[in-house]
């Protein structure tokens, strides 16, 4: 079993950077694949980011590239992403997953989840 604790959300204009961290417990972590998703009032949840277990492969998705990145830290348990250059449309509840997989991007692909954390973005 995985526990995940997202941390680091908050209120930032449009232009401002946050950094999110989720920190994991109960399991190896260097053997998990990480990924972040986000949900939107009204909308579906999506794919932001994901990291390779061996922290040598990252992917995103497009309307991020360039803006996030997404690192781990294996020594503590953690796994962030640092947002910039936000838009209002990055508004949304940000979700921290773990897979047994090497870089899914759909959520089926995800065994633990995080309760979420709050980024709102404003313009």
């Known amino acids: 079993q995985v526990q995940l604790v997202e941390s680091g959300g908050g209120l930032e204009q449009a232009g401002g950077s946050l950094r999110l961290s989720c920190t994991a417990s109960?399991?190896?972590?260097?053997?998990?694949?990480m990924g972040w998703f986000r949900q939107a009032p009204g909308k579906e949840r999506e794919f932001v980011a994901a990291?390779?277990?061996?922290?040598?492969?990252?992917y995103y998705v497009d309307s991020v590239k360039g803006r996030f990145t997404i690192s781990r830290d294996n020594a503590k348990n953690t796994v962030y992403l640092q947002m910039n250059s936000l838009k209002p449309e990055d508004t949304a509840v940000y979700y921290c997953?773990?897979?047994?997989?090497?870089?899914?991007?759909?959520?089926?692909?995800?065994?633990?989840w995080g309760q979420g954390t709050q980024v709102t973005v404003s313009s």
């Open positions: 990291i390779s277990w061996f922290a040598g492969r990252t």
């Open positions: 109960g399991r190896t972590f260097s053997s998990l694949a």
């Open positions: 997953a773990a897979s047994f997989l090497n870089i899914p991007t759909t959520d089926r692909q995800y065994d633990y």
